[in-house]
């Protein structure tokens, strides 16, 4: 059965202060793993596609990478405004209209 | 545009009303998704259509009618919902190219947040 597995499901920081966010995958057969951040409220927003172990996308302070197994979130010197829950979805070569979610990290990062 | 609009934004309803969600995207993408979010959750999948028929349906229950008029718009009709059905509606859509891997993400809009009284 496919799944996603988050973790952790909460993280505080320290502004300036770099983590990384994990994401756990079974999938039979990936087509895409993606992430996406969620604010309070709101629907999620688009962040990265990643489509084979190796790959990585960055934008800003937030670096995707992506292996057979997992994938993180790597944050660096995040700011306040990161604040948001992280959400990993995944995507299979055998039913490709059904995203697999994951239940997210809360992210939190005080001033 | 790269943006779905939902509305109405926020819906208070009884148990016996009748209401209608609805969604629209001008992106020219062919599947429309509605996924369902309660608080702290990740969006659980209710209907897929894809060019206009309903591909995918989550064994929801029948209190949920979804309507795909047209490939721009998405309607899901709410009749003697229930308490714990409230929750962020959401509304999605993605290109749909079998065989294909680019821009296959979903555009999500902003959802509407139900509360069954």
């Known amino acids: 059965e496919d799944q996603v597995t988050q973790s952790p499901e909460a993280l505080r920081l320290q502004e300036g202060e770099s983590s990384s966010l994990n994401c756990s995958y079974t999938?039979?057969?990936?087509?895409?793993l993606f992430w996406y951040r969620q604010d309070p409220g709101k629907g999620p927003e688009f962040l990265f596609t990643l489509y084979s172990a190796g790959e990585e996308k960055e934008k800003e302070r937030l670096k995707a990478t992506l292996t057979k197994k997992e994938s993180f979130l790597h944050i660096t010197a995040p700011k306040p405004e990161d604040s948001a829950t992280y959400l990993c979805?995944?995507?299979?070569?055998?039913?490709?209209?059904?995203?697999?979610f994951g239940s997210g990290t809360k992210l939190n990062v005080k001033p | 545009d790269t943006e779905v609009t939902q509305t109405p934004k926020h819906l208070v309803m009884g148990m016996t009303n009748k209401k209608s969600l609805k969604c629209e995207q001008h992106m020219g993408h062919r599947a429309m998704y509605w996924y369902k979010q309660k608080a702290k959750k990740p969006p659980e999948l209710m209907f897929v259509y894809s060019y206009e028929k309903l591909s995918i349906n989550e064994s929801v229950p029948s209190r949920f009618s979804p309507e795909c008029p047209n490939s721009s718009l998405l309607n899901l009709h709410l009749h003697a919902l229930q308490p714990e059905d409230s929750a962020l509606y959401l509304c999605?859509?993605?290109?749909?190219?079998?065989?294909?891997?680019?821009?296959?993400?979903?555009?999500f809009g902003s959802g509407t947040q139900l509360s069954v009284l």
């Open positions: 979805a995944v995507q299979a070569w055998d039913n490709f209209n059904k995203f697999y």
């Open positions: 999605a859509s993605s290109q749909e190219r079998a065989g294909a891997r680019s821009n296959e993400k979903l555009f």
């Open positions: 999938v039979s057969g990936l087509r895409g």
